[in-house]
Structures are given as structure tokens and as C-alpha cells.
């Protein structure tokens, strides 16, 4: 099993700060998927194919990396970007997810 | 618009069973795979099972095999987990999700299952 690794879990960022997450894999993988999810909501697909940004997505979203080492970044935080994030693969089953990273307002 | 919908969860006394469903509507459900994943509360995502769109390719982690089972019926849009000798660590939230380029695409509202005496 493929276990996806998140840095940190816990993170706070001011507005206007830029904010990094890692997601590290036992494995290699093809590509990282990444999800938000907000306090009492499902999950929503934010990042696709690593770097694809699910639609209505900000574009101050980015997501980079490759093998066993993948990033999400928000190059400016902002206060609706408060959420818990998670990656998660498809290389090889079972589809596993990461710990998740939450991302608070300071 | 697509649209999941579990069905209610409830407390189940370890060992026992519990069906869930998932009705779905606003896309072609026939056309998709269909997965189950569950949330442990405060914790993370587990995926737990999938099923291809014919239903003929079922698919689970290691430690619901043989005790789960993930089905379809594409007339009525809807998916299910039968969930058998349930123990207290199957206690989560259960997600049924689509299946798209973007991943585990739209997600239900969640079910909750708790197995306990």
C-alpha cells in the first residue's frame, strides 16, 4: 500500500501570505489528486493530474511535483482558503489518501 | 446538477449488519464508477470500495473484503454497501463519490454508521 504523507498538519497563514503543503509518497506515483473540505462539508476535488485545477478553482492555487514528492501551494492566502486539505493517488490500489493538512486563518 | 443522496445510517451492534444507498441523479449513473469511502470523525479519507459501471468489477480495501459488498442497480440510479460483521473500527462517515478525471468527483452528504453495543 502506497502511503501519501502530509506536511504539516497543521498550518496558519495570514491573508496575503503564501502557503505551501508536501505530500510525500512511499511509492512512486503518476499523479497526486487534491481535495478541500470545509467543517461539516464532503470533500470537493481542487487539484487534478497534479497541477489541473478542478473548475472554480482560484488560479492562486497551483500544484506541482512528481515520483514520491508533490506540493500544493496558494501563492496568496486568503480567508475562504481555510480548509482542510487532502492528496490522494491513483497509482496503485488501494487508492490511498493522505492525513490531511489543515489550513487555518491567523 | 448532480445530486448523491445517502440513505440514513444508525447505530449497529458490532457483528451485525447495515445497508447503505446512494441515489443518484443529474448524470448518466450508468455511465460512471461508483465508489464508497468512509471519515472517521476528526480524522482522515479511507477509501473502502468501488464498483465499475456495469457492475461487473467490484473492487475493496483488504479489511472490508469478505465482509462487504459493493452493488448497483442502474435502473433506479442507485448504488449500495451492504456492510456485514460490522466491528467498532467501521464506525465513520460513509461518502458514495463519482469517478472522473478530477478523482473522487461529486461526493454525497455522508452517512453515519456507528458500530457499537
Known amino acids: 500500500e502506497i502511503v501519501l504523507t502530509q506536511s504539516p498538519t497543521t498550518i496558519g497563514a495570514s491573508p496575503g501570505e503564501k502557503v505551501t503543503i508536501t505530500c510525500r509518497a512511499t511509492s512512486s506515483v503518476s499523479y497526486i489528486y487534491w481535495y478541500q473540505q470545509k467543517p461539516g462539508a464532503s470533500p470537493k476535488p481542487w487539484i487534478y493530474?497534479?497541477?489541473k485545477l478542478a473548475s472554480g478553482v482560484p488560479n492562486r492555487f497551483s500544484g506541482s511535483g512528481s515520483g514520491t514528492s508533490y506540493s500544493l501551494t496558494i501563492n496568496t492566502m486568503e480567508t475562504e482558503d481555510a480548509a482542510t486539505y487532502y492528496c490522494?493517488?491513483?497509482?496503485?490500489?488501494?487508492?490511498?489518501f493522505g492525513g490531511g493538512t489543515k489550513l487555518e486563518l491567523k | 446538477e448532480v445530486q448523491l443522496v445517502e440513505s440514513a445510517g444508525g447505530l449497529v451492534q458490532p457483528g451485525r449488519s447495515l445497508t447503505v444507498s446512494c441515489a443518484a441523479s443529474?448524470?448518466?449513473?450508468?455511465?460512471?464508477?461508483m465508489h464508497w469511502i468512509r471519515q472517521v470523525p476528526t480524522k482522515g479519507l479511507e477509501w473502502v470500495a468501488s464498483?465499475?459501471?456495469?457492475?461487473?468489477?467490484?473492487y475493496y480495501r483488504d479489511s472490508v473484503k469478505g465482509r462487504f459488498t459493493i452493488s448497483r442497480h442502474n435502473a433506479k440510479n442507485t448504488l449500495y454497501l451492504q456492510m456485514d460483521s460490522l466491528r467498532s473500527e467501521d464506525s465513520a462517515t460513509y461518502y458514495c463519490?463519482?469517478?472522473?478525471?478530477?478523482?473522487?468527483?461529486?461526493w454525497g452528504q455522508g452517512v453515519m454508521v456507528t458500530g457499537s453495543s
Open positions: 490522494q493517488q491513483w497509482s496503485s490500489s488501494p487508492w490511498t
Open positions: 464498483i465499475s459501471p456495469s457492475g461487473g468489477g467490484t
Open positions: 443529474g448524470f448518466t449513473f450508468s455511465n460512471y464508477a
Open positions: 463519490a463519482t469517478h472522473s478525471e478530477l478523482g473522487f468527483d461529486s
Open positions: 493530474d497534479t497541477s
